[in-house]
């Protein structure tokens, strides 16, 4: 059974500070999502990552793929208040199914 | 601007009633999810369609969900009946997968249905 877990889970951090977010995850997959959730919103996607090794920015986020760890990271480069939101992680699993499972969630909260 | 619709955005009901929610993926979109989400266990997949057709509801509680797809652009989740551990957001997601590609899977999230049974 696919298990995917982020941590941590619950993060407050000052604007201007670096942080990083961790998911990691339990079979092989070679495909790994970010999604955003402000309160109250629907999921919104940040990044697809589809290989080992994958790189992917947007703004002060970066998303990185390491399949032989099985590891995903998302790092924040001074956060601002408009990042805070929920992140979820999510694992392609089942091959051509089109399945993901997701982790709980980072609730990220950056004060001035 | 392609997005998923999913209707009522909101749902009061008392116990024991029947409730059906429905979304509209996005044209051209093969497969069809639908989630639920609570604060103790996170976001649940419940169902999932492939070219109309029911791939996989292990995630519903059988005995009172059921789910369908009449037809491309409409999907539905009926709970009957309601109980108040039902009260929840339910996401329905689209997207659009192709066998053995590197790409698809990239699920696409309506605004949800938020479900209060009382």
């Known amino acids: 059974e696919l298990k995917v877990e982020q941590n941590p889970l619950f993060l407050s951090m000052q604007e201007g500070k670096n942080y990083t977010i961790y998911c990691n995850y339990s079979t092989t997959s070679d495909r790994l999502y970010w999604y955003r959730q402000d309160p109250g919103k629907s999921l919104e996607s940040l990044f697809v990552?589809?290989?080992?090794?994958a790189v992917k920015q947007e703004g002060r986020l970066m998303a990185s793929l390491d399949t032989k760890a099985r590891l995903s990271t998302l790092h924040i480069t001074a956060a601002v208040h408009d990042l805070s939101a929920t992140y979820f992680c999510?694992?392609?699993?089942?091959?051509?199914?089109?399945?993901?499972?997701f982790g709980k969630g980072t609730k990220l909260s950056v004060k001035p | 601007d392609a997005r998923v619709t999913q209707t009522p955005r909101h749902k009061v009901t008392e116990m024991g009633q029947e409730v059906t929610m429905r979304c509209q993926p996005i044209?051209?979109?093969?497969?069809v999810f639908w989630y639920r989400q609570t604060m103790m266990q996170g976001l649940e997949l419940l169902a999932y369609?492939?070219?109309?057709?029911?791939?996989?509801d292990s995630g519903m509680p059988k005995d009172r969900f059921s789910a369908e797809m009449p037809d491309a652009t409409l999907a539905t989740l009926k709970i009957q009946p309601s109980e108040p551990r039902d009260s929840a957001v339910y996401f329905c997601?689209?997207?659009?997968?192709?066998?053995?590609?590197?790409?698809?899977?990239?699920?696409?999230f309506g605004p949800g249905t938020r479900l209060t049974v009382l």
């Open positions: 369609f492939r070219n109309r057709a029911p791939l996989d």
């Open positions: 990552l589809l290989s080992n090794g």
């Open positions: 997601a689209s997207g659009l997968v192709f066998r053995g590609a590197g790409l698809g899977n990239e699920q696409f």
């Open positions: 044209l051209g979109h093969n497969t």
């Open positions: 999510a694992v392609a699993y089942g091959g051509s199914q089109g399945n993901l499972i």
